[in-house]
C-alpha cells in the first residue's frame, strides 16, 4: 500500500467512524445514480471531496444491508466502514459511466459472503434489543435502524411479539432470498441494480423477492391467527 492510499484509507475509517450514529439514523441525500456516478468519477480523478458525499449517500444503506446479514451492530459497523476503505483504495479501477451502486453493492456482498464463511453459526439479535450507548439511556433499538417506511412488510410494527416473529422469519429465509430482501428492502436499490449485484437476470431476482415476502407474511399471518389480532 503507498503512503497516500494509507492516509486516504485512514480518511476513509475517521470519517465512516465519525458518521456512523448519524448515518444508521438519517435518510440518505436523494440522488441520482448518473449524480452518484459522477461523484465517484470525480473522486477518482482527484477531487477527494466527493468522498464524503458518497459517505453521506450510501454509508447508512450500506449499513442496514450488513446488519440484516450478520446480525450484530458491531460487525455491520466493521464492514461498512471497510467498504468505504475498498472504495478508496480500489477507486481507480471505477469505469467512467458505470453505476456506483452496482459497484459499492459488489463490494459489500463479497464482503459480507466472506464474512459469513468464517461464521459456523449465525447469531440473529432482536430488533427491539437496546444499544445502550449512554449510561441510563437505553438509546435506540435495532427496528429503528432497520426500519424502513417504504418496505412492504412492516419494520417498525409496534408489536414487540410480532417484531420477534419478523426477525425470526427474516433468518429462516434462504441465503439468496435474504439477500435479495436486504438490497431492496433496506438499501433501496432496483431489481435491476439487484442482477447486476448478484450475477442473474432481473427475473430471477423479482422471483426472490416475491418468494421472501410470501413467506414472511406467512409467518406474520399465522401469527395474527394465533393470537387473534
Not at 430471477?204 to 387473534?228: C, D, I, N, Q
Request: charged share 35%.
Amino acid at each position: 500500500m503507498t503512503a497516500g492510499k494509507g492516509t486516504q484509507g485512514a480518511e476513509a475509517r475517521e470519517k465512516t467512524s465519525s458518521e456512523a450514529e448519524r448515518s444508521q439514523t438519517a435518510r440518505p441525500v436523494p440522488a441520482t445514480p448518473d449524480e452518484d456516478g459522477r461523484l465517484m468519477e470525480r473522486y477518482r480523478d482527484g477531487e477527494t471531496a466527493c468522498f464524503d458525499s458518497l459517505v453521506q449517500r450510501h454509508q447508512g444503506p450500506v449499513f442496514r444491508f450488513f446488519l440484516r446479514h450478520v446480525g450484530d451492530v458491531e460487525t455491520a459497523e466493521d464492514l461498512t466502514q471497510e467498504t468505504f476503505i475498498r472504495v478508496v483504495h480500489n477507486r481507480a479501477t471505477f469505469r467512467s459511466g458505470a453505476k456506483f451502486t452496482t459497484w459499492i453493492y459488489t463490494i459489500a456482498r463479497n464482503l459480507s459472503v466472506d464474512e459469513m464463511r468464517k461464521r459456523r453459526y449465525r447469531r440473529h439479535r432482536s430488533l427491539d434489543e437496546p444499544l445502550g450507548r449512554r449510561d441510563g439511556d437505553p438509546g435506540r433499538t435495532l427496528g429503528d435502524l432497520v426500519g424502513d417506511p417504504q418496505a412492504k412488510t412492516d419494520m417498525q410494527a409496534g408489536d414487540l411479539e410480532m417484531r420477534t416473529v419478523l426477525e425470526a422469519a427474516i433468518g429462516k429465509l434462504p441465503k439468496e432470498q435474504r439477500e435479495v430482501f436486504a438490497l431492496r428492502e433496506m438499501s433501496g436499490l432496483s431489481f435491476q441494480e439487484i442482477a447486476e449485484i448478484v450475477g442473474c437476470n432481473e427475473n430471477t431476482v423479482k422471483s426472490r423477492m416475491r418468494y421472501a415476502l410470501e413467506r414472511l407474511h406467512a409467518a406474520l399471518s399465522g401469527r395474527v391467527e394465533e393470537t387473534g389480532e
